[in-house]
């Protein structure tokens, strides 16, 4: 299996949002799962509790991202 972007979903106290996803994001989303499951789908994270990791991820590995953010920086 190649190696995934996702490691470890932290169980933290959510703050609720309501997003509306296409139908093709949710059946990836499912797959994405799976795959982080070992490729099984019983027992994979639900969607929900991949979003964020996802998100975290994709922000702190944005480089133009943590640029804009250093040069807004006082100091």
């Not at 949002?17 to 059946?27: C, D, G, Q, S, W």
């Not at 982080?36 to 944005?62: Q, Y």
């Amino acid at each position: 299996m190649t190696r995934l972007k996702l490691s470890d979903i932290a169980d933290e106290k959510p703050v609720r949002l309501t997003i509306e996803l296409p139908a093709r994001l949710h059946r990836e989303l499912l797959a994405y799962a799976a795959a982080v499951n070992g490729g099984a789908s019983a027992g994979a994270p639900t969607v929900e509790r991949l979003i964020v990791p996802m998100i975290e991820r994709f922000i702190a590995t944005d480089r133009s991202y943590a640029k804009g953010r250093r040069a807004a920086q006082p100091g």
